[in-house]
């Protein structure tokens, strides 16, 4: 019986996640999606260009192949050292073939992103959240209030350079009867640290005070009495 001798490695099978990538690539309006990987975790990610949003998401949505029934969240992420500092992320969920898939877009400051509330109705809660958290703008949102902070906030709290105390401090004044807004007063006076250990920065131990005072007398007397 003859041998295969051929030894051409064989190809290795295309996982469910990306042949899903690649069906949608396929599927999607020319140059939407800029790259299709699948994650260490076997999570389909999708980097897509900002304005084919909105019609990408209405293919994933509407094509029975697809079938992206929920959007479970979207969430932004922070680079500041690029020109285009923000990414924004839709988590989708498909109930009727049991799969997911991750959208990536970049913005900055200045240019919207393309609102989905029209696709998916609970995109207006996590839209308000990622504008109120990182001051995203989205393009057809009509309901964009902050939603996590308070009336007049300053400053968007996810962002890498906002200050850490913030900008404004909240408190009871009992005597004007009302909650005020101040600038923050950081009133604790500065501490230097010894960044020693416990076990290092100890010398003695709760009720050896007088073990440790007859040392130090006894350490002394033979310091007196040495010529």
């Known amino acids: 019986m003859a041998e295969n001798t051929d030894s051409t490695p064989e190809t290795p099978p295309q996982s469910a996640a990306a042949a899903l990538g690649a069906a949608i690539s396929a599927a999607a309006p020319a140059g939407a999606v800029l790259d299709a990987r699948v994650n260490r975790v076997g999570e389909l990610v999708l980097t897509v260009r900002r304005e084919a949003v909105l019609p990408l998401a209405m293919l994933l949505r509407d094509d029975p192949r697809f079938a992206f029934e929920q959007c479970m969240d979207i969430c932004g992420v922070d680079w500041p050292d690029r020109p285009e500092r923000f990414e924004v992320v839709w988590n989708l969920l498909s109930l009727r073939h049991n799969h997911r898939v991750r959208l990536v877009t970049r913005t900055n400051e200045a240019v919207p992103v393309p609102s989905v509330c029209d696709v998916w109705p609970t995109a207006t809660w996590f839209e308000r959240e990622v504008w109120d958290m990182y001051g995203v703008v989205f393009d057809g949102q009509p309901d964009l209030r902050r939603l996590l902070t308070d009336y007049g906030f300053e400053g968007h709290p996810l962002r890498k350079d906002f200050p850490l105390t913030g900008h404004l401090e909240v408190r009871y004044d009992s005597e004007r009867r009302e909650v005020v807004y101040e ?45």
């Open 183 to 227: 600038p923050v007063k950081l009133t604790q006076e500065f501490r230097n640290f010894d960044f020693l250990s416990p076990w290092e920065g100890m010398t003695t131990l709760p009720g050896d005070e007088k073990v440790h005072l007859n040392r130090l007398s006894a350490e002394s007397e033979r310091k007196e009495v040495s010529p």
